[in-house]
């Protein structure tokens, strides 16, 4: 694909923006179709944690290292295109404690922690002492603990947005409540898209639709094995601060990387500019049944009691979800599609797309534009057609 040519994104999720965003400021002709508002899919129902504390050595792991460098470049970048009074992206390096509560969790989390400092992680095990400086009122029943001071975060809708907006300021255009249909084919190739509100000639598509890409992708004729994986997160009222970190309990890890379909719970703390306290996350395969259920609630609830008995006397202000989109190896799409000339992918984030949005973006502009190291490692590990996935792809539509 040459600079010039007319690409075709299908989501405006963060995922869509980051990859708009780089490809127009490449001179690439960018139009950004969502069938909904612009970060209204799953970009606005999670949180925006980026985490190296989940991740073990591996493709993610160095995806989401590559992610921090590259949203420290961007978050300068933006805030000298961006006009002045736009809103604050929210980056912060607020620190991670995960901390384990039984003889085996600390002997998993010592063991995991040790594993990412020799893949760069830092992960610095504290005692109790130090645990409880750093958070006074987390449980007096700690095993183990370990502070992951890069783990960050930011606010996902207004980065989604900033990025949007960049984009724009490069020439990209941003359609609202336009569905994209399917392609317009010339013999196998990719000569357009076809929308509710017409046709648009595209030279290459991307289908950025989150935990909808699977569903999008068999509009194009070819299955991929994305799907739903639903969260729920808890938030209290307003109190004064007594959470300073992301605080996880030592099962999160579990949670995150297994694929089970039936509900999995684990503790994830923190508290919000706002005074709130979040209190996740839940993981469970329902398809896009996006009731908040009380029993899920229930199991947050007792979970993040273990980690802050505090919590047991604070009200509950709603709770909220989403749709993660889950891919059945746990590691993202990123790149072309071998079945179907000028279709790309850039989806299956599941719980990490805010953080690896950036590095994403990046991998998929040089792939797409013939730049960057042809031998980086990790274009290989995010590939559609990896030994992983093979086995997923035949009639995995929906
Ligand atoms: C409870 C919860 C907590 C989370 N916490 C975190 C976290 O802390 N950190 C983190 O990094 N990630 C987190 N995530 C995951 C993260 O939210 C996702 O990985 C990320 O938002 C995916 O972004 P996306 O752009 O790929 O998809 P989306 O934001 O879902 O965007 C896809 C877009 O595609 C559009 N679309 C679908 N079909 C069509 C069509 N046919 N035509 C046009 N448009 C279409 C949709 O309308 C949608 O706007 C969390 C998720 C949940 C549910």
């Known amino acids: 694909m040459s600079h010039r040519q007319k690409v075709v994104i299908v989501g405006a999720g963060i995922v869509g923006a980051a990859i708009a965003r780089v490809l127009a400021r490449s001179g690439a002709d960018v139009v ?46 933006l805030r000298a295109e961006l006009p002045d009074g736009f809103p604050d992206l929210e980056f912060e390096h607020k620190g991670g404690l995960v901390a384990a509560t039984t003889t085996a969790g600390a002997t998993a989390l010592l063991a995991f922690a040790e594993s990412q400092r020799a893949a760069g992680v830092i992960a610095e095990v504290v005692d109790d002492a130090r645990a409880h400086e750093l958070e006074p009122d987390l449980t007096r029943d700690l095993t183990a603990a370990v502070l992951y001071p890069q783990d960050a975060q930011v606010q996902p809708v207004i980065a989604t947005e900033a990025l949007l907006a960049s984009a724009r300021r490069h020439g990209a255009r941003v359609l609202q409540g336009v569905e994209v249909l399917g392609p317009v084919l010339s013999g196998q190739t990719i000569t357009g898209v076809r929308t509710a509100a017409g046709t648009l000639p595209a030279d290459a598509v991307v289908i950025a639709a989150g935990p909808w890409s699977g569903e999008v992708a068999a509009r194009f004729g070819v299955p991929l094995p994305v799907r739903p994986r639903r969260g729920t997160v808890l938030v209290t009222s307003r109190m004064r601060q007594r959470v300073f970190h992301k605080v996880y309990d030592a099962d999160y890890v579990g949670a995150v990387g297994s694929g089970a379909a039936d509900l999995m719970v684990s503790s994830v ?14 993981r469970e395969r329902r398809g896009f049944d996006d009731r908040i259920e009380a029993r899920v609630l229930a199991a947050l609830a007792a979970k993040a009691l273990l980690l802050f008995p505090f919590l047991a006397d604070v009200p509950v202000m709603r709770a909220y979800g989403g ?6 190896d746990h590691l993202p799409v990123i790149g072309a599609d071998p079945r179907r000339p000028g279709l790309w992918h850039a989806t ?11 590095a994403t973006a990046d991998l998929l502009h040089d792939a797409m534009l013939g730049l960057g190291d042809p031998n980086d490692a990790l274009r290989d590990e995010f590939r559609l057609d990896r030994p992983s996935l093979l086995p997923h792809l035949e009639g995995a539509a929906g």
């Open 348 to 358: 299956g984030h599941e719980g990490a797309g805010i953080g690896l949005s950036l």
């Open 32 to 77: 950004v179709a969502d069938r909904g508002p612009s970060a209204g899919g799953t970009s606005s129902g999670g949180e925006g944690n980026i985490l190296v504390s989940d991740k073990g050595p591996g493709a993610e792991l160095r995806l989401t290292q590559r992610t921090l460098s590259a949203w420290a470049r961007v978050r300068a970048e």
């Open 323 to 328: 749709f993660r989109p889950f891919v059945p």
């Open 269 to 282: 703390v923190e508290s919000t500019a706002a005074g709130t306290v979040l209190i996740g996350s839940s």
